[in-house]
Nanobody
Framework: QVQLVESGGGLVQAGGSLRLSCAASGSIFSINTMAWYCQPPGKQRELVASITSGGSTSYPDSVKGRFTISRDNAKNTVYLEMNSLKPEDTAVYYC????????????????WGQGTQVTVSS
């Protein structure tokens, strides 16, 4: 099994910044894509940023230029730097990891963190 533990959420004023972290532990041989999703109140979960094991990143237009995803492969950790935060960024943020648990197989499984609340006040 694999556990993802997020940290760094909180309350911030509009225009402020926050940095989220997510550390993966457990039965990990390697991790392919890691990502951050958000789920605003009353809405569906949506992709915020993703990063491949090689460091290629992808963002939706809503956060491009404001959010930066990065990872430390040696620590199995992914980060999300959020700048110029807006009230509409208020959501629970979840990290996701596509994990290869065993060197004997190329099979991967997806795992989610428990979520961390980010609240941006106007």
């Amino acid at each position: 099994q694999v556990q993802l533990v997020e940290s760094g959420g909180g309350l911030v004023q509009a225009g402020g910044s926050l940095r989220l972290s997510c550390a993966a532990s457990g039965s990990i041989f390697s991790i392919n894509t890691m990502a951050w999703y958000c789920q605003p109140p009353g809405k569906q979960r949506e992709l915020v940023a993703s990063i491949t094991s090689g460091g290629s990143t992808s963002y939706p237009d809503s956060v491009k230029g404001r959010f930066t995803i990065s990872r430390d492969n040696a620590k199995n950790t992914v980060y999300l730097e959020m700048n110029s935060l807006k009230p509409e960024d208020t959501a629970v943020y979840y990290c996701y990891a596509d994990v290869r648990g065993n060197w004997r197989t190329f099979r991967t499984d997806g795992y989610w963190g428990q979520g961390t609340q980010v609240t941006v006040s106007s």
